[in-house]
C-alpha cells in the first residue's frame, strides 16, 4: 500500500524568504507523484506532477519539486515566497500506470507573513 | 470550458436526514472520482468511476453512501441515513481517458451532520 507523508502541519514564512514544503512516499515502486494547493474557499488546483523523465519539475507560480528516488522524497520549494502564496498544500502518490487513486498526505498549512 | 462543478457548495443536516452530492465533472471526462476530507484527516479515496461504471469502490465507508453516475455523465453521492462522523469536505474529480493525466477537483461541498 502507498502512503504520503508531509512533515510540518503548519509552516510560516516571511515573505521574500525560501518556501520548503517536505513530502516523502512510500510505496513499493516509485509511482506517480503531485503536489495539489487549495486556497482558501477554493477547490483543489494541481502545482505541479511527476510522472516520469525529468526528476526536477517546474510548475506554476515559481514552484518546484525534485524527485529523488534514493529518499523517497519529492519536496516542494519556491525561492521567494509571496503573501499570495498563503495557502494549504497537498503531496499526493497514484500507483504508475493506474488512472488514478491518489493517496493524499494530510497537507501543510502555508502562512507568509510580511 | 467550465470546471468541475459541485453542488451545494454547503450543507447541514441532522443526524439521521439523507442527503445528496451532485458532481458535474468537465466535459470528456470519462474518470470520475469522489475524495473526502473529514476535519484535521487526510483527504481519502471513496470511488471512481469510469463512464457509468463502478472501477473502484473500495474506500466507499458502509452502504450508508450510495454512488451513482447515471449515462456517464454527471455523478450524485447519496448519505441515507447521516451519522455525525460523516461530517466533512467531500471532492469530487475528473480526469481524461488517457493515464496519467491529472485530475481536476471541485471546490468541494461542506456536509455537517448535527
Known amino acids: 500500500a502507498q502512503s504520503v507523508t508531509q512533515l510540518g502541519s503548519h509552516v510560516s514564512v516571511s515573505e521574500g524568504a525560501l518556501v520548503l514544503l517536505r513530502c516523502n512516499y512510500s510505496?513499493?515502486?516509485?509511482?506517480?507523484l503531485f503536489w495539489y494547493v487549495q486556497y482558501p474557499n477554493q477547490g483543489l488546483q494541481l502545482l505541479l506532477k511527476?510522472?516520469?523523465?525529468?526528476?526536477l519539475v517546474k510548475g506554476i507560480n515559481g514552484f518546484e519539486a525534485e524527485f529523488k528516488k534514493s529518499e523517497t522524497s519529492f519536496h516542494l520549494t519556491k525561492p521567494s515566497a509571496h503573501m499570495s502564496d498563503a495557502a494549504e498544500y497537498f503531496c499526493?502518490?497514484?500507483?504508475?500506470?493506474?488512472?488514478?487513486?491518489?493517496?493524499f498526505g494530510k497537507g501543510t498549512l502555508l502562512t507568509v507573513n510580511p | 470550458e467550465a470546471g468541475v462543478t459541485q453542488f451545494p457548495s454547503h450543507s447541514v443536516i441532522e443526524k439521521g436526514q439523507t442527503v445528496t452530492l451532485r458532481c458535474d465533472p468537465i466535459?470528456?471526462?470519462?474518470?470520475l472520482y469522489w475524495y473526502r476530507r473529514v476535519m484535521g484527516k487526510e483527504i481519502k479515496f471513496l470511488l471512481h468511476?469510469?463512464?457509468?461504471?463502478?472501477?473502484?469502490e473500495s474506500g466507499m465507508p458502509n452502504n450508508r453512501f450510495l454512488a451513482e453516475r447515471t449515462g456517464g455523465t454527471y455523478s450524485t453521492l447519496k448519505v441515507q441515513p447521516a451519522e455525525l462522523e460523516d461530517s466533512g469536505v467531500y471532492f469530487c474529480?475528473?480526469?481524461?481517458?488517457?493515464?496519467?493525466?491529472?485530475?481536476?477537483f471541485g471546490q468541494g461541498t461542506r456536509l455537517t451532520v448535527v
Open positions: 474529480a475528473s480526469s481524461p481517458p488517457k493515464t496519467g493525466t491529472e485530475a481536476f
Open positions: 510505496s513499493s515502486v516509485p509511482p506517480y
Open positions: 511527476y510522472t516520469s523523465a525529468a526528476t
Open positions: 499526493a502518490v497514484s500507483p504508475r500506470g493506474s488512472n488514478y487513486k491518489l493517496t
Open positions: 466535459s470528456g471526462h470519462d474518470n
Open positions: 468511476f469510469v463512464k457509468e461504471s463502478k472501477q473502484d
